[in-house]
């Protein structure tokens, strides 16, 4: 429905004497406003945004002064984005400014300037002499003088990336903390931690029950109901929310930071981000309220999807699940162990034997030690999120509803790539052009050819790397994409099963094998996440499949 000013435009004049009423903006759901047009939408954010004036939020009177610079905070976002976020698992958030120490902090420093001084020299300090001190507190087990070092406002916040990447190989929850429970905020989402008798932090959610909690870069950490909100716009919430894959905030005004609001399903609408007066953030873009309502519903449906795909290789992860390589090897034999997985799990036997190696077929849990290629990783992550696994131990087995090898029967990279160009219903595929296949030894070209590819990447897709390893053979590996960057949509945070099953940063996966390229990247139908095809439909992609593998006989349809 077009609001009356426009009515008016087209010929469908009010009655006389009675003027139009003014376009408004239309609240679409929780923190989500539609606008008719540009000069509506200015109005309405710069009567609505309430953003306070830098110096206001800033200012403590700790002496000596906080030698850290306060920048606004899409300046802080870039500078992590393109630095530390290449090497290290960091969770991207837009605050207003740099995080600033908060009440409990400066008090903490008030009643402690020895340490306040120790601070403000590590804040000050170059590179090299801000990890020799992580490492002399961490040797001391200085657990107060190490939270006072590297927490602002609770941030886990070190600005030089190099320091950065330090820190998150070193220091953990339990060299923070003996707080028998703790708070961790990342991603938008806040998490209850308690300590058990080795000092290790666990979740004690349904999904994460007992998993130990890790710290990684930019996330918020403090003892529990002592973290405030803090002043930023909270991104990560929001895409999830409503179904966004990124929103591209710009340069801040009166009337918010302008903004551009990017769909899950790659529509966009331009609009603004503001701050209400309790310091929450309100998404306005241009649109009409109703169609704006249908791509929200639909892609919040989408993301949804896609998040529990992930959510599946988040229990591979926290089940350690291994790579299907044998501990004693006779040439290559990658992929040898699974088989004799299948096969001691369905004859009840709790062992198997390869190379005079025993393999357990359970975990300390109960769980199976399914073993893993790279590419199973990917399919076991769809086959899984569909409700097809192997039972725990004593658990009774129910009948598999779903088996991904239906649609790619052999476990290779190549027959993925294969089914998601015979087969786009179920995946798409997208080949790189020549210009964007960069090895990651020439690291800065290959994050500008990944800038580049921002926009053709989503969380849940398949990336496929291919090149030399150290064995002077071309490989495949195939990992998820499981976090982009909130504001530019880059891949910053992946999952796959180098070793065991884990979550990288691009410098974790690539490191090892410099002279290996992004090739592709697979995209999974979330229509058929949600109701996949009849077994019969793969029959053609099953032909392809062993077309691809050399292999004469064909399978006939069931």
């Known amino acids: 429905m077009m609001p009356p000013a426009a009515d008016a435009a087209v010929g469908q004049s009010p009655d006389v004497g009675i003027a139009p009423e003014p376009a408004e903006c239309t609240a679409v759901a929780e923190r989500l406003w539609a606008c008719p047009d540009d000069d509506t939408l200015t109005k309405w954010a710069t009567k609505n945004h309430h953003r306070e004036p830098a110096e206001s939020s800033i200012s403590n009177a700790l002496v000596p002064p906080d030698p850290t610079p306060i920048q606004d905070g899409l300046s ?41 001084k120790a601070v403000a020299e590590f804040r000050a300090a170059d590179a090299r002499e801000q990890t020799r001190l992580i490492r002399s507190a961490l040797h001391a087990k200085d657990k107060a003088l190490l939270r006072a070092m590297v927490l602002r406002d609770g941030v886990f916040f070190l600005r030089d990336a190099d ?6 190989k070193y220091v953990g929850l339990r060299q923070l903390f003996d707080a028998p429970e703790i708070e961790l905020h990342r991603s938008g989402l806040r998490y209850v931690l308690k300590r058990d008798n080795s000092g290790n932090y666990l979740h004690f959610e349904p999904l994460l029950d007992e998993a130990v909690a890790t710290l990684h870069l930019l996330d918020r950490v403090g003892p529990a109901g002592e973290l405030a909100p803090i002043l930023g716009y909270g ?3 929001m895409r999830r929310q409503h179904g966004l894959s990124n929103v591209v905030a710009k340069e ?55 998040c529990g795909l992930l959510e599946t290789t ?5 089940e350690r699940l291994e790579f299907d390589e044998p501990k004693v090897e006779y040439g290559q034999q990658d992929g040898r162990l699974r088989p004799r997985f299948e096969k001691a799990y369905a004859a009840g036997e709790t062992t198997y034997t390869m190379n005079g190696v025993t393999y ?34 004593g658990e009774e087995s129910a009948p598999a509803p779903f088996n991904i090898r239906d649609y790619m029967q052999f476990r290779t990279v190549r027959t993925l790539l294969e089914l998601g160009r015979v087969n786009p219903s179920v995946a798409t595929v997208q080949s790189l052009d020549p210009d964007a296949v960069v090895p990651y030894e020439d690291r800065t070209r290959f994050f500008e050819n990944l800038w580049d590819l921002r926009d053709e990447v989503r969380e849940g897709d398949v990336i496929v790397i291919y090149g030399l390893r150290d064995d002077n053979q071309n490989h495949f590996h195939s990992f998820y994409v ?75 349809s069931k």
């Not at 399903?265 to 309502?293: I, M, R, W, Y």
């Not at 988040?314 to 926290?318: A, C, Q, S, Y």
């Not at 019969?536 to 593998?549: E, G």
């Open 314 to 318: 988040d229990l591979m992860v926290r």
């Open 252 to 306: 801040e005004t009166e009337a918010g930071r302008k903004a551009s609001a990017h769909f899950f399903n790659g529509e966009v609408f331009e609009g603004a981000l503001t701050l209400d007066s309790k310091g929450k953030s309100v998404l306005a873009v241009v649109a009409n309220p109703q169609h704006l309502n249908d791509v929200r519903d639909t892609n919040v449906n989408d993301r949804a999807t896609t």
């Open 163 to 168: 320091v950065a990447v330090y820190a998150s």
């Open 76 to 116: 802080v976002y870039e500078d992590f984005l393109n630095g530390a976020a290449h090497r290290t698992r960091t969770h991207l958030e837009l605050w207003a400014n740099t995080p600033t120490y908060n009440a409990n902090e400066q008090a903490f420093f008030a009643e402690n300037p020895t340490i306040w």
């Open 235 to 237: 991104l990560q919430a």
């Open 360 to 393: 357990k077929v359970f975990d300390a849990k109960g769980r199976p030690r399914v073993p893993q290629l790279c590419i199973d990783f990917v399919t076991d992550a769809v086959q899984r999120s569909q409700g097809s696994w192997w039972a725990a131990k």
């Open 482 to 556: 499981r976090e982009t960057d909130p504001i530019y949509g880059m891949p910053v945070i992946l999952t796959a099963n180098p070793g065991f099953a884990r979550i990288q940063s691009w410098h974790e996966v690539m490191w090892e094998s410099p002279k290996r390229s992004i090739r592709n990247i697979v995209r999974w139908n979330p229509d058929w996440l949600r109701s996949p095809a009849a077994v019969d439909a793969a029959f053609q992609v099953r032909r392809s499949a062993q077309r691809v593998a050399g292999e004469d006989q064909v399978p006939q």
